[in-house]
């Protein structure tokens, strides 16, 4: 059974940083696409960034220049640092995994199968 267990949410100021972490069980994530999404409250689901195999990478306009997606394939661990944190990025930040290459539909949710259940990000002006 596949688990994915988002960690690293919190409160912070505009312009701080933070780095959220997903730890994979039960799936290795080395040969698929990897991806964060976000909801904010009243709001669909989007995605913010996502790596594959190939550690080729893809973001959202909005995070483009503050927020960089890695990841660790030893660990089996994926990441998301968030710079320059603005109060628009409060949302809950969910990891989420594709047994298949993303390329150009990353941002699709249908794409990834599993699903963590979320870290909160608060973000205050």
């Known amino acids: 059974q596949v688990q994915l267990v988002e960690s690293g949410g919190d409160s912070v100021q505009t312009g701080g940083s933070l780095r959220l972490s997903c730890a994979v069980v039960?799936?290795?994530?080395?040969?698929?696409?990897m991806g964060w999404f976000r909801q904010a409250p009243g709001k669909e689901r989007e995605g913010v960034a996502a790596?594959?195999?190939?550690?080729?990478?893809r973001y959202a306009d909005s995070v483009k220049g503050r927020f960089t997606i890695s990841k660790d394939n030893a660990k089996n661990t994926l990441f998301l640092q968030m710079n320059s944190l603005k109060p628009e990025d409060t949302a809950m930040y969910y990891c989420?995994?594709?047994?298949?290459?993303?390329?150009?539909?990353?941002?699709?949710?249908?794409?990834?199968?599993?699903w963590g259940q979320g870290t909160q990000v608060t973000v205050s002006s």
């Open positions: 989420a995994a594709a047994l298949r290459w993303c390329g150009g539909s990353w941002y699709m949710k249908y794409v990834y199968r599993s």
């Open positions: 039960g799936y290795t994530i080395s040969p698929y696409c």
């Open positions: 790596i594959d195999s190939d550690g080729s990478t």
